[in-house]
């Protein structure tokens, strides 16, 4: 390959998660600050609350599309009848993103198209449930032994979007997300496509998972009786820990040519995935400063042309404490003026689809002009960080970035640069 | 159930020289931390669950967050064992 290597660009995005079931409501959703959390009802878990996706029901969802995207709406309806929820979330989401980008045909100009599922151990619950079947009166689920794969949703997704380019599932944790977007950035750089689609693939955690997380003290586990929205508090001095949530979103990369006329809706400056040689759950700074820092220099930029940061932000007192020292170290005294927020404390941690959900919610507050409440945030454990606060901002700002760091010391930071739109798709 | 302070320590402490290998038995005391003995968070995690399992304890969760001494990990076990 000659020449510089191509910019990438964003140019679809869908989204599903508890507070919004497309992009629009997103966008309205982020504005004013929306939270998905509410009170669970579980018997045989500490935890207590939860984003869930509990009103959402995907045949409803998919219905819409009977009549605008037939073809689409046969082959999922056929493929989906019987799947895991977690397909069902990539599904809506990679659909939506699809027919955002105004292609109906990833793969209508007879270029290969890359799909990439950002996630692994995404079907717990299904396998749960259907050991209890199982071990109870041997019944299971007959399509158990294809659905239990992680990457059945590449099978899936290729199946009804007809992709035929390279694919594979990207596990690395909470990261996975910026890992999928790591490796999209790459392919669509080194010309190996011309086109990806990148899923963010939510989790379907059983009691077992969420009990793990809580025995480790890094999920929210106090009894919530009433205000179940105030139990994630990003970067608060009574954080307290994550609340896991439920959700996909995906975006449709394209490798954006010098002259491209096409409007669209951002682009991939830049990416890092790092590991801090460990196995252990606590994060590093040093492991976070480089994850930034590896970001910052793949998209050629200095930490002042950053206005804006999506921070990882869970809400465990670790993980909050580790970012605001890494964010700190790596700008320096441009900390004073970049608006820091956690979309974490709206729709909950969705782990693997959590940076890709992140990602959708960067590019709509660069190119919408606002960055979107830190909810719950009011003694802030560091107040000389510019975070938001309970209302929204103006924001003016070229470039962003989003960190995602995973158990096990895997990290991983984006640069977004905001899109040239026009109003249709924006 | 009959379970006294030293038979809790001495679960413990057996838990504790299985999981952390390069410990000795005269340095696990009651007053001492599994943090201090080198372990981390999940060898701690590991070390109390293991105990409460071998002693057929129940204890919610959030009560085995921030014990700072094997002496708090024993006062709570004990608490426990003394109620079922």
């Known amino acids: 390959m000659t020449g510089p290597a191509p910019r990438v660009a964003i140019t679809g995005m869908g989204v599903i998660c508890s507070i919004a079931s497309d992009i629009d409501e997103f966008r309205a959703a982020l504005r004013h600050g929306r939270c998905g959390v509410r009170q669970l009802h579980s018997q045989n878990t500490t935890i207590q609350v939860g984003a869930t996706l509990r009103h959402f029901d995907f045949d409803t969802w998919l219905d819409q599309l009977s009549s605008t995207a037939a073809p689409l709406f046969k082959r999922a309806r056929k493929i989906l009848a019987n799947t895991t929820d977690s397909t069902k979330w990539s599904v809506c989401s990679a659909l939506q993103a699809v027919l955002n980008s105004g292609l109906n045909q990833l793969e209508a100009d007879g270029l290969p198209c890359g799909l990439i599922v950002a996630g692994s151990n995404l079907a717990l619950n299904y396998t749960a449930k259907n050991w209890r079947s199982f071990s109870t009166s041997s019944q299971f689920n007959p399509r158990y032994a294809m659905s239990f794969w992680d990457t059945n949703q590449l099978g899936c997704l290729s199946d009804i979007l007809s992709l035929h380019g390279p694919g594979m599932t990207v596990g690395a944790a909470a990261a996975s997300g910026n890992a999928a977007i790591f490796q999209a950035f790459h392919w669509l750089r080194a010309g190996i496509v011309k086109r990806c689609l990148v899923v963010g693939a939510g989790v379907e955690f059983s009691e077992l998972e969420l009990e793990g997380f809580a025995l480790l003290g890094a999920a929210f586990c106090d009894p919530v009786d009433s205000e179940p929205d105030k139990a994630c508090r990003p970067f608060d001095r009574t954080h307290a820990g994550f609340v896991f949530g439920e959700g996909s979103a995906s975006v449709v990369l394209e490798s954006l040519e010098t002259d491209y006329p096409k409007p669209f809706l951002g682009e991939i400056s830049g990416a890092s995935l790092t590991l801090d040689g460990t196995h252990l759950p606590e994060p590093t700074v040093d492991g976070e400063v480089r994850s930034m820092q590896a970001a910052l220099s793949a998209a050629e930029l200095s930490p002042n042309q950053i206005g804006y940061l999506n921070a990882h932000g869970t809400g465990t007192p670790a993980g909050d404490r580790t970012e605001c020292h890494a964010i700190k170290s790596v700008f320096q005294e441009h900390v004073y003026q970049l608006p820091v927020n956690s979309t974490k404390a709206l729709t909950g941690h969705c782990f693997s689809a959590s940076a890709v959900i992140e990602l959708v919610a960067c590019i709509l507050q660069l190119n919408g002009g606002f960055a979107h409440p830190n909810r719950n945030l009011e003694n802030p454990i560091d107040p000389e960080m510019h975070f938001l606060r309970s209302e929204a901002e103006t924001l003016a700002a070229e470039y962003g970035l989003s960190n995602s760091f995973g158990f096990g010391g895997i990290n991983s930071s984006v640069v977004i640069r905001k899109g040239i739109v026009d109003g249709g798709r924006n | ?84």
Do not use: C, W
């Not at chain 2, 320590?9 to 838990?15: D, G, I, P, S, Y």
């Open chain 2, 1 to 84: 159930m009959h379970i006294d302070k030293d038979q809790i320590f001495a679960v413990l402490k057996a838990n504790t020289l299985l999981i952390l290998s390069d410990v000795g038995a005269n340095d696990v005391t009651i007053d001492g931390s599994l943090t201090d003995l080198g372990a981390n968070s999940i060898d701690r995690v590991e070390i109390v669950m293991n105990s409460l399992q071998e002693l057929h304890l129940k204890i919610p969760v959030p009560e085995l967050h921030g014990l700072k001494s094997l002496r708090a990990v024993v006062d709570l076990f004990y608490r426990y064992a003394a109620a079922q």
